[in-house]
């Protein structure tokens, strides 16, 4: 019966021809990125680690230097623009700060430290610190801005100063008002009760 005949197969579905694209190779022959972290090495999650560091402590100062504007409408403006009174705000530069710092400390725990924290497969600390950095770009702006116009408040200062009060015990010497006002309200006591 099948002698002699060649087998045609019969199109339609489940016989579909092969069908070729150019530049296309499967997944097997398809050459890896390098490592499994999405094509970044251990030196990329160490340079990330001290970017964040510096744009952290770039944040601290700027966000320091904006609580001393020395005129308060522009100074709040300033504080609830990039939200350095509201830590719990998402939207808000305090709020990825933040974030970002626990990146850095997740790094700093473990000996030597876990860069892969910003080379893992989630682009999170990434993220992070591309937002932190635009933050700080954007709030130097601001900060420059108000202290060219207002100016900064001065630095406080701390005073100490010794003051004497008349009748006070000197320095060194011993105090004998608490017992002799106890004594006073003990003696007064037995003569009202006697």
């Known amino acids: 019966m099948f002698q002699g005949q060649s087998f ?25 990125m390098r490592g499994p972290y999405m094509g970044l090495s251990l030196a990329d999650g160490k340079k990330m ?5 510096a744009a952290i402590a770039t944040f601290d100062q700027l ?27 998402n939207d808000k530069a305090l709020n990825q700060r933040n974030d970002l710092q626990e990146y850095v400390v997740e790094v700093e725990k473990s000996t030597p430290p876990n860069y892969y924290v910003f080379i893992q497969d989630t682009t999170r600390p990434r993220h992070r610190l591309e937002r932190v950095q635009s933050a700080n770009v954007e709030l130097k702006q601001a900060v420059d801005e108000a ?6 408040l001065e630095e406080p200062q ?4 010794e003051i004497q009060v008349p ?3 000197a320095p060194g010497g011993t105090d004998y008002t608490v017992p002799l ?5 003990a003696v007064t006591l037995a003569l009202i009760f006697a």
């Open 63 to 89: 966000a320091y230097q904006a609580s001393r504007i020395s005129y308060k409408p522009e100074r709040d403006k300033i504080i609830s623009d990039f939200g350095l009174l509201e830590p719990n705000n």
């Open 167 to 169: 009748g006070a015990a």
């Open 181 to 185: 006002l106890v004594g006073a309200g």
């Open 49 to 53: 680690y001290e970017d964040a560091k």
């Open 158 to 161: 701390v005073i100490i100063k």
């Open 8 to 32: 045609q197969p019969i199109a339609g579905p489940g016989f579909l021809p092969q069908v070729r694209l150019a530049g296309y190779r499967p997944p097997a022959v398809r050459p890896q």
């Open 147 to 152: 202290v060219r116009t207002y100016g900064l």
